[in-house]
């Protein structure tokens, strides 16, 4: 059972690089979500998507994009990397917004 | 805007004790909760989902109950092992709205 699968796991950006955080499910869940973790601050949520061709801000969304082409994946761009995008990203999945949630082993993006 | 708290921020316990980890939350009008492990530098794993018509859920040695009214829930891990280590989080959904995390409760069992 594959769940919910990131790519990569780990990344060293330089100020000013873009990438794209990849995240895929197969468990043809809905909603899919990113929330980056810093430490000691809890998951904040930065966009999520009810289904393909639908997607919404979440607390953080500034310098971050998203799009959802289809039900499986949902991936996460980063156009400008800066030092405050130093975080641990983490692609969830559900079936609906009320039922449980699937995470990710999450990317670990460090940005110098 | 919901806002989520988790007491207390760690936690260190001799092995076998039972403990209780504290989770509230402001807003009542929750749809579920959901309580979740992390090891470090890995993923979360969900441990326990309530719905709000629910008043806990039980699973092995793990069992979550809600208070809604009150705006609580706790999760209660009977006869700890050094392998329950991990930061422990939960997390309200509102309706179909994401996830609201609190920031976790970091348990050390001693051996």
Not at chain 2, 1 to 19: D, F, H, M, R, Y
Request: charge should be neutral; glycine fraction near 8%.
């Amino acid at each position: 059972n594959a769940g919910v699968t990131q790519t990569p796991k780990f990344r060293i950006l330089k100020i000013g690089q873009s990438m794209t955080l990849q995240c895929t499910q197969d468990m043809n869940h809905n909603y899919m979500y990113w929330y980056r973790q810093d430490p000691g601050m809890g998951l904040k949520l930065i966009y999520y998507s009810v289904g393909a061709g639908i997607t919404d801000k979440g607390e953080v969304p500034n310098g971050y994009n998203v799009s959802r082409s289809t039900t499986e994946d949902f991936p996460l761009r980063l156009e400008l990397a800066a030092p405050s995008q130093t975080s641990v990203y983490f692609c969830a999945s559900s079936y609906e917004g009320n039922t449980e949630a699937f995470f990710g082993q999450g990317t670990r993006l460090t940005v110098v | 805007k919901q806002e989520v708290t988790q007491i207390p921020a760690a936690l260190s316990v001799p092995e076998g004790e039972n403990l209780v980890l504290n989770c509230s939350f402001t807003d009542s009008a929750i749809y579920n909760l959901q309580w979740f492990r992390q090891d470090p530098g890995k993923g979360l794993t969900s441990l326990l989902l309530i719905q709000s018509s629910q008043r806990e859920q039980t699973s092995g040695r793990l069992n979550a109950s809600l208070d809604k009214s009150s705006g609580r829930s706790t999760l209660y891990i009977a006869a700890s092992q050094p392998g329950d280590s991990a930061t422990y989080l939960c997390a309200v959904s509102k309706g179909n709205t994401p996830l609201v995390f609190g920031k976790g409760t970091r348990l050390s069992v001693i051996a």
